[in-house]
Nanobody, 124 residues
Framework: QVHMVESGGGLVQAGGSLRLSCAAS????????MGWFRQAPGKERDFVAT????????EYTDSVKGRFTISRDNAKNTVYLQMNSLKPEDTAVYYC?????????????????WGQGTQVTVSS
């Protein structure tokens, strides 16, 4: 079983930055693909970014490319999402997730364990 806890969310003005963290328990963290998703009120959970087990490869949804950076520290069992140049449309609850098998993946159904989420609100 893997347990994750997100942190770092909050209220920020448009153009500002936030850094989300996701601390995971379990010995298998370092060998798993990790992902970040977000869900705005009344909308589906959408893919944001994913990173392979070593951190050598990443993928992003088009709307965050050049603004967000996903990274991980396997020694700390933690994955990060650095968010710069934030826009009001980035407002959502952000979730981290672990995929037990496979590499990358942009569908929530491909991930097996989820954190409880952290709220990010960007004011205009």
């Amino acid at each position: 079983q893997v347990h994750m806890v997100e942190s770092g969310g909050g209220l920020v003005q448009a153009g500002g930055s936030l850094r989300l963290s996701c601390a995971a328990s379990g010995r298998t963290f370092s060998s798993r693909t990790m992902g970040w998703f977000r869900q705005a009120p009344g909308k589906e959970r959408d893919f944001v970014a994913t990173i392979n087990w070593s951190g050598s490869s990443t993928e992003y949804t088009d709307s965050v490319k050049g603004r967000f950076t996903i990274s991980r520290d396997n020694a700390k069992n933690t994955v990060y999402l650095q968010m710069n140049s934030l826009k009001p449309e980035d407002t959502a609850v952000y979730y981290c997730a672990v995929r037990r098998l496979g590499v990358f993946g942009s569908s929530p159904g491909q991930y097996d364990y989820w954190g409880q989420g952290t709220q990010v609100t960007v004011s205009s």
